[in-house]
């Protein structure tokens, strides 16, 4: 069962999930092959799935790494069904590039609170922040997540406050540097990206409404249980755990901003809500009801994946 299976950290869960991502990967690539007739399209198809299998282990370094689980993989596991739910987001390039970025950025916050060289990671969290804005201009709003870290750990020191200005600084010089080189497509990719619209009419078929409704309702069984636990997780992890909370929010208000939508810009929620609904599933002590959660979440999402196929 897997519940059962996925309830532990071994490597042949690692090679279950990495597999099963190359597998849905490829299907999903291969409803039109036109592709494999150009080298630098498949090198760009190869980029593509290693920063979604980096994606996939950076969910499980954060979730191991700063104990916002057990020694389970199920976070890792609910990241990859949740692209499967979305196939979209397989193929959006800079959605890719833009949450990978993102979850570096999440990485160093959720480790602030070792409160071992702060200032490092400030820098880091924003430098990977705006370079995401770069490629999706609304993961700025991603910078209000290094304000609420700073408050929760380092905001007596002043400076700390001007690290995120300074990162701005440096990864605009760099941007600027990159859009004469490209000339001025680049700026203007950019600029399309600042656009707001709150248009959710962009479905293509029914499959990907049904999606998004069974994305929400999952959210909602996961987001509000994982909110009222907090308080009684211990208190040197109650800040990661908010700053994860936080950061789903965040990745919905990116969703809900964005202009010319579609389904796979829900990706930057997939990280927070599959460690959110880790923390849901080990702490249900009846295991039949485990089983039966996760089953039905995958079997809809391999149901509606093959569909659209």
């Not at 291969?30 to 494999?36: E, G, I, K, L």
């Not at 997540?145 to 020191?157: A, C, M, N, P």
């Not at 069974?214 to 994982?226: G, K, N, Q, R």
Request: with cysteine.
């Amino acid at each position: 069962m897997l519940a059962s299976v996925f309830n532990k950290s071994r490597p042949i869960n690692y090679a279950l999930i990495g597999g099963g991502l190359v597998l849905f990967y490829f299907l999903y690539l291969f409803q039109d092959d036109h592709w494999t007739a150009d080298y630098l399209l498949i090198l760009q198809k190869a980029g593509l799935l290693l920063l979604l299998s980096g994606s996939l282990f950076l969910v499980n370094f954060i979730t191991r790494r700063n104990n916002l689980s057990k020694a389970n993989t199920y976070a890792m596991f609910l990241f990859m069904v949740f692209l499967v739910l979305f196939p979209t987001s397989l193929s959006n390039i800079n959605i890719i590039i833009a949450n990978f970025f993102l979850l570096l950025a999440l990485r160093r916050l959720v480790s602030l609170q070792s409160l071992i060289t702060p200032k490092e990671k400030i820098f880091d969290a924003s430098f990977w922040i705006f370079a995401a804005a770069v490629f999706h201009f609304w993961c700025i709003i991603y910078i209000v997540l290094v304000f609420i870290s700073i408050i929760f750990h380092v905001y007596r020191d002043y400076r700390n406050w001007i690290i995120p200005f300074v990162a701005f600084f440096a990864v605009a010089v760099i941007y600027v540097m990159a859009g004469l080189i490209a000339g001025e497509g680049f700026f203007k990719q950019v600029l399309d990206d600042t656009r707001i619209s709150f248009d959710f009419t962009y479905f293509e078929n029914i499959y990907q409404n049904i999606a998004l409704a069974v994305f929400s309702s999952i959210a909602v069984l996961f987001t509000i249980p994982y909110g009222f636990s907090i308080s009684s997780k211990p208190l040197n992890l109650q800040s990661s755990h908010k700053k994860i909370l936080y950061s789903f929010l965040i990745g919905v208000g990116i969703y809900v901003l964005s202009d010319h939508k579609n389904n796979s810009f829900l990706a930057f929620t997939f990280a927070p809500l599959a460690i959110m609904a880790a923390n849901f599933l080990e702490s249900q002590e009846n295991v039949w009801f485990r089983e039966i959660a996760l089953t039905l979440i995958v079997a809809i999402a391999v149901f509606i994946f093959m569909v659209q196929l």
